[in-house]
């Protein structure tokens, strides 16, 4: 087995663990299919007083301040049925080579088109995130993943660029707003 396939084995491993983790407490989630706060082309790291609990504005459930992989991947999962027991997760992460985890990405698309399956995707640094699936739809740009769900947890400074390459490539894509 490469260390690429390792990678990616672990990842969706991750993937699956947290979304294991959101069934759990599936009972609990906001009604929202948006999430905002604060606009920032980082999504600032969570504080410690952060309740992780959501506060409502007129039409939209806001989310808290800053970012929180859990907050990320429950807005992921209420895109997904709930007959669904498990799908792919990625988080871009800052402290690792953007190239490769575009490749990973990348891979992680192609096996969830090949098994008809949902991809979330989200990062706490916005722009690489952005940078990150730009990338992976270059790469991915001779396959075929017209049965993959996309779920792009991001900024909506990112959705038209985002869903432009989703639509070349003829996936379904939710974007879900994490500002």
């Given amino acids: 087995m490469s260390t690429g396939q390792l990678t990616l084995n672990i990842l969706a491993v991750i993937g699956v663990v947290a979304f294991m983790a959101f069934l759990t ?16 082309s980082e999504i600032p790291a969570a504080s410690a007083s952060d309740s992780g609990e959501s506060t409502v504005a007129p039409s939209v459930n806001a989310a ?3 970012f ?21 997760f990625m988080i871009v992460d800052a402290e690792r ?10 891979q992680m698309m192609v096996k969830a088109s090949q098994e008809q399956d949902h991809l979330g995707v989200t990062g706490a640094d916005a722009s690489l995130l952005h940078q990150v699936m730009l990338m992976a739809f270059a ?6 993943l017209n049965a993959l769900h996309l779920v792009y947890v991001g900024r909506p400074a990112h959705q038209a660029s985002v869903e432009a390459q989703a639509s070349r490539a003829g996936l379904a894509m939710d974007f879900v707003a994490y500002r």
């Fill in 25 to 40: 407490a599936r009972d609990d989630r906001p009604q929202t299919t948006q999430a905002a706060v604060e606009a920032d």
């Fill in 64 to 66: 808290p301040t800053g």
């Fill in 68 to 88: 929180s992989q859990d907050r990320a991947i429950d807005l992921a999962g209420q895109h997904v049925p709930d007959d669904v027991q498990s799908f792919y």
């Fill in 97 to 106: 080579d953007s190239a490769v985890q575009a490749g990973e990405l990348a």
């Fill in 139 to 144: 790469l991915t740009k001779d396959e075929q």
